[in-house]
C-alpha cells in the first residue's frame, strides 16, 4: 500500500489491524483488547491489557481485615469478561460483531479508528468496566476507562489499567512527585522529573504492594531487548504514557499484583522476566496508623457504588 497520511486499517475475522508510519496495532475481538502494539518493529505487549482492579495488600490491609472484605476484587482482576465490543472507524459504527468483511479491501483507509471493550465484573452484584481505545492518524492511541458505580459491592483497592511487557525494562523516567507515593503518602514529595534505574522492588520481609507514584504527567519506559531472536540489537527504544485530561497514579514492576499476592517471602517470587506497568485512576491508600487493625482514613477509601473516569495517552514515537 502506498505511503498517505491516513491510517491503514485491515478489517480481520477475528481482529481489527490499523497500521501507519512506523507503527502497526492489532485489537482482538476474541482476547477483549489490544492484542499487539508494535512501534519501530518491536512489540511492546506480552499480554493483552486488561482493567484492574487488585493491588497486592499491605501488611495494614491484612490487619484491618480489608484483604477478606475486597476478596471479590482479586478474582474479578484475575478472571475478565469481555460482554460487547463496538468498532467505530471515522464516523462509521459498526452494529455487532462479526464485522462484514467482504465489503473490505486490503486498502481500506481511516482518519481515526475507535474500539470500545465492555468488561462485566465478576462480582456480586455484577457491574461493568468499558475501556475505549481511540487511535489517530500519527499512531497516538488515547485510552479512557470508566468503572460503573455499583451499590452493594466491597471497596477497591484500586482502578486502573494493566500492560505486561515482554522483557525487563533497564527503567523508567517520570514527570510528577518524588520518590514512592500514595493517597495518604504524598506529603513532603516534591514535583519534577525523575529517572529510576531497572525495576526496583521495596524490600519487604513479606512481598506486597509497593512503587506507585501518584500525580504523574508523563512516564516514559525504556527497553533493550526483545523476544525475538532474530532482533540482537541491544540499543533502548521507549514508550511514553502522558496525562488526559487529569494526571495519573502509575506503577512499574517485574511483577503483577498477583505475583506479589501470592508469595509470603520474597524467594518465593518467581525471576524478573517481564514489566508490569498499571495505569491507575483511584488507588487506595496505605494506613500505617496501626497495622493489626486501624482502617485506611475514610477519605482515602474507595468507593464501589461512585463511578470512576480516567483517560490517558501512549505515544507511538
Request: net charge negative; aromatic share 12%.
Amino acid at each position: 500500500m502506498a505511503y498517505t497520511n491516513k491510517l491503514h486499517v485491515i478489517y480481520g475475522d477475528g481482529s481489527l489491524g490499523v497500521g501507519g508510519d512506523g507503527f502497526h496495532y492489532i485489537f482482538s475481538y476474541e482476547r477483549g483488547g489490544l492484542e499487539s502494539l508494535k512501534i519501530a518493529g518491536k512489540e511492546w505487549l506480552y499480554r493483552t491489557p486488561t482493567p484492574t482492579f487488585w493491588r497486592a495488600t499491605t501488611d495494614n490491609d491484612r490487619g484491618s481485615g480489608f484483604n477478606i472484605k475486597a476478596a471479590q476484587w482479586l478474582g474479578a482482576d484475575y478472571f475478565q469478561k469481555c460482554t460487547q465490543i463496538d468498532v467505530t472507524v471515522d464516523d462509521h459504527h459498526f452494529a455487532g460483531l462479526p464485522l462484514d468483511n467482504d465489503h473490505y479491501s486490503n486498502d481500506e483507509t481511516a482518519d481515526k479508528v475507535s474500539l470500545t471493550y465492555t468488561f462485566t465484573t465478576l462480582t456480586v452484584p455484577a457491574t461493568t468496566v468499558t475501556v475505549t481505545y481511540t487511535v489517530d492518524v500519527a499512531g497516538q492511541i488515547k485510552i479512557a476507562a470508566h468503572y460503573a458505580g455499583k451499590a452493594g459491592l466491597p471497596e477497591l483497592p484500586i482502578f486502573g489499567f494493566r500492560l505486561v511487557m515482554p522483557t525487563v525494562a533497564t527503567g523508567f523516567e517520570y514527570t510528577g512527585l518524588s520518590g514512592e507515593t500514595y493517597p495518604d503518602r504524598m506529603a513532603g514529595a516534591s514535583h519534577g522529573t525523575f529517572t529510576v534505574k531497572g525495576l526496583p522492588v521495596a524490600k519487604y520481609l513479606v512481598p506486597q504492594e509497593n512503587g506507585m507514584h501518584m500525580a504523574t504527567d508523563r512516564v516514559t519506559i525504556t527497553r533493550e531487548t526483545t523476544q525475538n531472536n532474530a532482533d540482537c540489537a541491544r540499543e533502548p527504544f521507549s514508550l511514553t504514557v502522558a496525562k488526559g485530561r487529569e494526571s495519573f497514579a502509575f506503577s512499574c514492576l517485574p511483577y503483577t499484583a498477583e505475583e506479589l499476592e501470592n508469595a509470603t517471602h520474597v524467594e518465593e517470587l518467581p525471576l524478573a522476566r517481564r514489566t508490569v506497568l498499571v495505569i491507575a485512576g483511584a488507588v487506595r491508600g496505605v494506613g500505617g496508623i496501626d497495622s493489626w487493625g486501624a482502617d485506611v482514613e475514610e477519605r482515602y477509601h474507595i468507593p464501589a457504588d461512585h463511578d470512576i473516569d480516567f483517560d490517558f495517552i501512549l505515544n507511538a514515537k
